[in-house]
C-alpha cells in the first residue's frame, strides 16, 4: 500500500491523525526526523486514539534514510508549487507520498531532490495558503486509493 512521509512534521494531532489515517487504510506513515513532538505526546496519543497498533509507523533521522528504506518507487511531492494536478497522477500501490511541515511546507532543497518524482498540488482557492497537513495527506491517500479501487476494503 502506499507510503505516506511526513517531512519534520510539528504538530502532534496532525501525526496522531495520520496513525488513524495509517490505520483505517493500509497505508505505511514514515516521519523523518527532528519531529516537532515526541511520539509519547498526549495530544498524538490522544488524536491517534486506539489505532497505535493497529497502524505501520516507521521513523528516520533523517530523509537519505528515509530513502533507503522507501526507494525504489515513485515519489510525489506534494507543495502549493505544484506542476500537476493530484488527480492528474495514476498511482501504484507502492509509491511513496512526501508532505512537507505544516509552518513552511517541503524546502526547496527537498523538492530539488532527484528521488521526487513529481511536484503535485491540490487545487485551492486564490485566496488560501494552504491545508492542514493530514487533511491533504487523506485527501491524496484516498485519491490514490480510490484508482486501484480500494484493496483491502
Given at each position: 500500500m502506499f507510503r505516506v512521509v511526513f517531512y519534520h512534521p510539528e504538530i502532534p494531532p496532525n501525526t496522531g491523525n495520520a496513525i488513524r489515517l495509517s490505520a483505517n487504510t493500509g497505508c505505511e506513515l514514515h516521519l523523518i526526523e527532528p519531529l516537532g513532538f515526541s511520539l509519547e505526546d498526549k495530544q498524538l496519543r490522544r488524536a491517534g486514539l486506539d489505532y497505535h497498533d493497529l497502524a505501520h509507523v516507521h521513523?528516520?533521522?533523517?530523509?537519505?534514510?528515509?530513502?533507503?528504506?522507501?526507494?525504489?518507487?515513485?515519489?510525489?511531492?506534494?507543495?502549493?508549487r505544484g506542476t500537476r494536478r493530484y488527480t492528474d497522477v495514476r498511482y501504484t500501490d507502492s509509491d511513496v507520498l512526501l508532505f512537507g511541515p505544516e509552518s513552511?511546507?517541503?524546502?526547496?532543497?527537498?523538492?530539488?531532490?532527484?528521488?521526487?518524482?513529481?511536484?503535485?498540488?491540490?487545487?485551492?482557492l486564490p485566496t488560501s495558503r494552504s491545508l492542514n497537513l493530514t487533511n491533504t495527506a487523506s485527501i491524496a491517500v484516498y485519491e490514490a486509493w480510490r484508482q486501484l479501487d480500494f484493496p483491502g476494503a
Open positions: 521513523v528516520h533521522p533523517n530523509l537519505e534514510a528515509a530513502w533507503e528504506a522507501l526507494l525504489p518507487s515513485a515519489v510525489y511531492a506534494f507543495t502549493a513552511t511546507g517541503l524546502p526547496e532543497e527537498v523538492l530539488a531532490d532527484p528521488a521526487i518524482t513529481e511536484r503535485v498540488s491540490l487545487p485551492m
